[in-house]
């Protein structure tokens, strides 16, 4: 007999709100979404929430929660802990990204996540780094930045035993482009390339990205026909007129259809005006909101790691301990779709870049959206997006 759940209220779907909207899961999959009027007749009356249904959430871009980082967990029990933080508010995928270290721990990391992946508990593995730039390392730690190596990038993608979605490489470095080049050895088993954490003047990055996008064409199953940028302005060359750097040439990729910009949407890392600056210049079919969550998501401020570097969070921002660079974010995804909408940002668009954005970028079309037949995720919130219950595989979160 199959378990039946029916939620009634405003229903943000892909295109638009449905006011009086209607959404059924049987089982694991979603049945019906649509208005109440055009519902089959014989349903039950059901759950109504004062506030909207939302997608499952989808964050490709997170290192921890609940106190529990991924690049320092040892245990399933560890990673279970920051998975459920961000699960209980509204993220029902979620990306496990690594820092860098040396190549022996982040193979460790990726095995140990790789199990959470086919337990289907993670949707995926981030590596950020170790072939970033020193110059923009932010929270990286410069001792383990080292020049890219399509050998050592194959070997960690064998670690992660088919779960590696991205990485993050900076343009400007040696061997990442070309045919033997760590760009193409991601695409070419199954990961995409994420190009940041880069010091780089314009012509690397043009030629960086033009590259990602030429093997991803020849790719026989490319996970996404896109590349991405993470967290776009973070990590990265400052844009001035007469020092551009890379953040234009990411800006016009984007618009021509080439990579997806993450954005770090919580306030801190970038000022809300610039996201929606950046909206409203590229669209949203070109933007992933990502946390990039440390271990003090959803925790109280105080003393932290993040991978080989102590992290020291006040007044909910991380930054190394002794310096002043940030250290990773401390929201939810959640807490970025509140602030942009309060800001007054559209909430499809901006529920369609913490949702079915991610979820094209790690290619799975069963997740980020509600339609019939996808997946039965769904977060009901109050009217100030606060979650009220979350539903993954048509279950509530405890």
């Known amino acids: 007999m199959s378990n039946k759940v029916v939620l009634r209220g405003a229903v943000v779907t892909a295109d638009t709100v449905l006011e009086d909207g209607v959404l059924v899961f049987e089982d694991e999959k979603i049945s019906y979404v649509g208005s109440s009027e055009s519902a089959p007749a014989d349903l039950p009356e059901g759950e109504v929430v004062e506030g909207y249904i939302l997608p499952g959430l989808v964050d490709v871009h997170c290192h921890g929660g609940g106190g529990a980082s991924f690049p320092d967990s040892t245990t399933a029990e560890e990673l279970q802990t920051a998975i459920m933080e961000h699960r209980r508010h509204g993220t029902t995928s979620l990306v496990g990204s690594c820092v860098t270290a040396d190549p022996e721990t982040l193979k460790a990391r990726a095995a140990l996540m790789a199990d959470q992946c086919e337990a289907g508990e993670l949707a995926g593995i981030h590596f950020e780094g170790p072939f970033v730039s020193k110059d923009r390392c932010g929270a990286q730690d410069p001792r383990f930045i080292i020049d890219p190596d399509a050998e050592l990038t194959k070997e960690l993608i064998a670690a992660g035993r088919g779960h590696v979605k991205t990485m993050t490489i900076a343009p400007e470095k040696p061997n990442i482009t070309g045919p033997d080049g760590v760009s193409a050895a991601l695409i070419n088993n199954g990961a995409l390339p994420s190009f940041g954490h880069t010091d ?73 005006s610039i996201v929606r600056d950046v909206y409203e210049t590229v669209g949203r079919e070109n933007i992933v909101f990502v946390t990039d969550a440390m271990a003090a998501a959803g925790m109280p401020d ?16 991380a930054r190394l301990t002794g310096g002043d660079a940030i250290a990773g974010g401390t929201s939810h995804l959640l807490d970025q779709v509140r602030l942009l909408v309060d800001f007054g940002m559209p909430l499809v668009d901006v529920v369609y870049c913490a949702s079915e954005q991610g979820a094209k970028i790690l290619g799975d079309t069963s997740i980020g959206a509600l339609a019939a037949g996808k997946r039965a995720d769904a977060v009901c919130v109050d009217a100030n997006f606060k979650p009220l219950a979350v539903y993954r595989k048509g279950q509530i979160v405890e």
């Open 200 to 272: 780089s003047d314009p012509a690397p990055v043009r030629a960086a990205l033009e590259d990602a996008r030429e093997h991803l064409a020849k790719a026989e199953k490319p996970l996404s026909p896109r590349a991405t940028v993470t967290h776009l302005f973070n990590g990265m060359r400052p844009l001035h007129h007469r020092n551009p750097g890379p953040i234009a040439e990411c800006l016009s990729d984007a618009k021509r259809g080439g990579v997806v910009l993450e954005m770090i949407a919580d306030g801190i890392h970038l000022h809300p």
């Open 302 to 317: 105080g003393s932290y790691v993040l991978g080989p570097q102590a992290v020291t969070v006040k007044d909910g921002i």
